[in-house]
């Protein structure tokens, strides 16, 4: 208990500290002047990653260095109608006998927990036998992974074991994640006059979300795309106008709500029963699914009808969820994670694959959607694959003593994920690297949870992984 007690604690300073991504520097200021606080020497390079050395046991100094490594942000998300700043406000923490939850909102153990891990290992470095290690906490992981991206290679350089802490199931070591792209369509908005005499806001919310590479193959429902799928059988049926289309919180986000404005000469009665029709199809799949039909104020501006036929057709003709399988494992797939509408139409999409070739397929298809749909396209930087190494001495390594402290052989597998391993490999192709974490459930989602009874086994992996490189 002590090790849980402790590894929470370290916890708690950083829900205190809001983090979401691009927003990092009090959290990097913090985890600067509380790593030298220990005595470690630290740097905080011109990014806000931080790089801390802990020397080696004595008699170890020829020992193998190894990186412990996190990342600081986390995606902030809450609950439909739940008052939370993400720029200013903590995370409420709850716990139970089984879990740590957070009131209202996504925890944060993504990948807080990696880093309170790796905190309580060099707070008692000097209560077991180690070689060298190098703690790095890198910065916007979840928006872009530009931490990992611009990390100087010169500290991947001169170690020779590399253990991130970012995966989500204790049971796991992950060896491969995949690549990814982000992708934003987006054109001005002509508008014109509303010419009906109603106007109502439809709320569709109670989704499941999820994370859109380690979930996406679960068939959860996207709010984006359900969303556009009533307003095409609407318009089949009946004549409205459009003057608000917004969703989703994050492009590695699976959007669980979405909220729309029309202007229409039907009845609240009229709407509320296409809602309900909508509702009926999916709601064994999604029983927590709702559509809430309330009438508002006539908006002053609706799109014009050619504006209104090209965002919904980009919406239903860009897929969103599994392109490619392999076995049970996505191995392509896409997410359409937010939209947003004002003077400008936004939609924001995080396109990933296991084999990074594949993500060329991507631009060229999107690229001719926004040709067809008169919108433009904007591609991010390509984030590489992390392709699986079978002669890796780390996976052995872990994978025995994983077995030994828990009388079972660990689940050893590749992800469809995003890692920032895939940036470190690059950086320095001889490193060995693993990915471990504790059992954190519907992260990026209000919904997060950290399975408490895993955190001790994971820290005691990790020294027992540092002593056996030592030796």
């Given at each position: ?92 923490l ?9 009131e209202?909102?996504?925890?944060g ?102 994370h ?30 459009l ?19 029309i ?7 009229k ?17 927590n ?40 494992a ?84 590749t992800i ?56």
């Amino acid at each position: 208990m002590e090790i849980l007690e402790s590894v929470l604690d370290e916890f708690k300073h950083l829900a205190a500290i809001p983090r979401p991504s691009k927003h990092e520097e009090k959290v990097s200021n913090f985890l600067r002047d509380y790593l030298k606080s220990y005595g470690f020497e630290v740097v905080q390079d011109e990014f806000k990653n931080i790089i801390a050395e802990i020397p080696a046991s004595c008699g170890k100094e020829n020992a193998p260095r190894t990186i412990l490594q996190s990342h600081m942000d986390m995606v902030c998300v809450a609950e439909t109608g739940y008052k939370f700043n993400p720029l200013e406000d903590a995370i409420k923490l709850v716990r139970t006998e089984d879990f740590l939850t957070a009131e209202g909102t996504s925890l944060g153990a993504d990948d807080g927990m990696g880093i309170a891990e790796i905190l309580y290992i060099a707070k008692n470095h000097e209560k077991f036998v180690h070689g060298a290690i190098r703690i790095i906490f890198t910065v916007d992981e979840e928006q872009g992974m530009s931490g990992a991206m611009n990390l100087d290679e010169k500290y991947l350089a001169a170690a020779e074991f590399f253990i991130n802490c970012d995966s989500e199931n204790y049971d796991e070591i992950v060896a491969g994640s995949a690549g990814s792209i982000h992708v934003e369509f987006s054109r001005r908005i002509d508008y014109t006059a509303p010419k009906f005499s109603n106007a109502f806001k439809i709320k569709f919310s109670g989704l499941h979300g999820g994370h859109s590479g380690i979930e996406i193959h679960k068939d959860y429902i996207n709010a984006i795309k359900i969303t556009a799928k009533f307003l095409n059988v609407l318009k089949a049926k009946e004549k409205f106008q459009l003057a608000k289309f917004d969703g989703g919180a994050a492009e590695n986000v699976i959007p669980s709500d979405a909220e729309i404005i029309i202007a229409t000469d039907l009845p609240l009665e009229k709407i509320s029963a296409y809602a309900d029709d909508i509702q009926k199809i999916y709601i064994d799949a999604e029983p927590n699914f709702k559509i809430e039909v309330t009438a508002v104020e006539m908006p002053e501006k609706v799109f014009s009808d050619a504006d209104f036929e090209n965002l919904i057709g980009l919406i239903l003709t860009v897929h969103s969820g599994v392109y490619s399988m392999s076995g049970a494992a996505p191995v392509t797939s896409a997410n359409i994670g937010i939209i947003s509408t004002a003077e400008n139409v936004s939609i924001k999409i995080l396109a990933r694959s296991n084999v990074s070739e594949k993500l060329n397929n991507f631009t060229d298809t999107f690229a001719q959607v926004a040709k067809l749909t008169n919108f433009e396209v904007k591609f991010g930087t390509p984030t590489p694959a992390w392709n699986f190494n079978a002669d890796s001495r780390l996976l052995k390594i872990m994978a025995e003593i994983f077995e030994r402290q828990n009388n079972f052989a660990p689940k050893v597998h590749t992800i469809h994920a995003g890692l920032e391993c895939s940036f470190f490999a690059v950086k320095n192709p001889k490193i060995d690297i693993a990915s471990i974490g504790t059992t954190n459930e519907n992260i990026h989602s209000p919904k997060e949870r950290l399975h408490l009874k895993t955190v001790e086994p994971q820290v005691k992996l990790i020294i027992s992984t540092l002593e056996k490189i030592a030796e």
